[in-house]
């Protein structure tokens, strides 16, 4: 049987035919986590709210976190029936559905959090029912929900399935480079992130994604990577032709 596979899929690929194709072709076992942040974007202007990013992290005051989620859950939606129509039977939920989810607040950003706990055993038993879960990063602490990083959700679950972690974005992988694709990195470690991050080299919406490819790594993920989600890109990352492809380094990795 094909390699079960953690797919994170970039808001910024939403319902791109190719994507769906590939994900719903694919021959094993897949459980998606999905982003939303052109949809979030656009949402929130519409309702003349302004976002504002810290290390690549939305700010979501309160007042703001039901218009985050309702653009993230019809993405969710939408992605489910895209690939259901294709053959594949996918189900979109949220850390909110079954609890599978829990989070915790992250200072300073509203109602932001990383997760903390993943209730793994919704996720097989749905695999084990035929149907693909497809998960919209909100989880939940005391207060009620936190908007989570896709990123830093999908590298939650995959450590918690302890699966690899494939992030498809809209940029061939880790670049040097970040203007030229032809500069993608193939392999980095820990210690190779930290050396691109000291450099300013990684910004934006890759520092949340690096982070969270070290992350699951450091959870018990076998490897991660990075990589444009395009036809054919699954079976070209688990080559490694295709992407950035995170693995351990010497030194014992320290919490995130
Ligand atoms: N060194 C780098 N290499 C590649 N991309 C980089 C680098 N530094 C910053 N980036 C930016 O990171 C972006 C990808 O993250 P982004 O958060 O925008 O998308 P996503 O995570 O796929 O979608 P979503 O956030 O909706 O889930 C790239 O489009 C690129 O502009
Ligand atoms: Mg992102």
Redesign the pocket.
Known sequence: MSEALLVKV????RGAEALLDELSGYPGPLVLVH????EIGALLERLGFQSRFVE?LRVTPEEQLEAVEMALYLTGKRLAEGLSRRGRKAVALSGRDALCLRGQALPGLGRVGEVVGVEAGLLLDLLAGGYTPLLAPIALDEAGPLNVN??TAAGAVAGALRWPAVFL???EG??ED?QDPRTRLPRLTPEGVEALKARG??????LP?VAAALRALAAGAPWAAIAKGERGVLGRVLSGEAGTRFTPGEAPEKPA
Not at 35 to 38: A, E, F, Q
Request: proline share 8%; no cysteine; hydrophobic share 35%.
């Open positions: 970039g808001g910024s690929l982003g939303g942040g052109p690549g896709a990123d974005t809209d940029v880790v670049l970040p080299v990684v910004r934006g919406g890759m994604k």
